[in-house]
């Protein structure tokens, strides 16, 4: 159930970000303000994963969908503009779906690890992670996993192609915290 509050933040809240059905993981842990709206935290996803926003989005609390609202679409959608994270998590260990190109279907598990004192420390920022971010349009995480295949092996009929197709170097082990630090410090909200 979503509450509706947007009272001031009280708390900073420890999330991890898991893709689902990476293996190893691909994860991210990250700070933030529990009175973060879900449209907020589409950019800090993005920006923290390493995703480029070229796509639709979508947040699944249980049966809820919460998103941009889209007269086309056959489900209803919640305006994800109204709705903060400590509406939908309040208890350590609640957590949800936060789906990335539908066409791919990039699903990420967001579990509330800690909740932590408001203090005037950054945010959002991340504070540890393991592996690169897919490159987009790669074909979720099946085609992910035989896009590594091919870009790990030189023989691989399509090593040429794909390493044309991103751009010369891949490395999945890439996990550059600075960077994406740097990155979430210039959103403005």
């Given at each position: 159930m979503v509450r509706k509050n947007n009272k001031a933040s009280k708390s900073l809240y420890q999330i991890k970000i898991t893709l689902v059905g990476s293996k190893p993981p691909i994860w991210r842990r990250l700070i933030v303000k529990d009175n973060i709206r879900l449209d907020q935290l589409h950019s800090v996803l993005q920006v923290a994963?390493?995703?480029?926003?070229?796509?639709?989005?979508?947040?699944?609390?249980?049966?809820?969908?919460?998103?941009?609202?889209?007269?086309?679409?056959?489900?209803?959608v919640t305006d994800e503009r109204t709705v903060y994270l400590q509406d939908i998590l309040s208890n350590l260990k609640d957590n949800?779906?936060?789906?990335?190109?539908?066409?791919?279907?990039?699903?990420?598990?967001?579990?509330?690890?800690?909740?932590?004192?408001?203090?005037?420390?950054?945010?959002?920022?991340?504070?540890?992670?393991?592996?690169?971010?897919?490159?987009?349009?790669?074909?979720?995480?099946?085609?992910?996993?035989?896009?590594l295949a091919a870009i790990q092996d030189p023989k691989h009929e399509e090593y040429e192609e794909m390493m044309e197709w991103v751009g010369g170097e891949f490395d999945p082990d890439e996990f550059n915290m600075n960077l994406i630090n740097q990155k979430l410090n210039d959103l403005k909200f």
């Open positions: 994963m390493g995703w480029l926003n070229y796509h639709l989005h979508q947040y699944r609390v249980g049966s809820l969908y919460i998103g941009i609202p889209e007269e086309d679409f056959d489900i209803e949800f779906i936060y789906e990335y190109d539908f066409g791919d279907g990039w699903e990420h598990k967001i579990v509330l690890e800690k909740i932590l004192p408001l203090d005037s420390s950054a945010s959002p920022v991340v504070i540890t992670g393991k592996k690169a971010c897919p490159p987009e349009d790669c074909g979720g995480i099946w085609g992910y996993s035989d896009f």
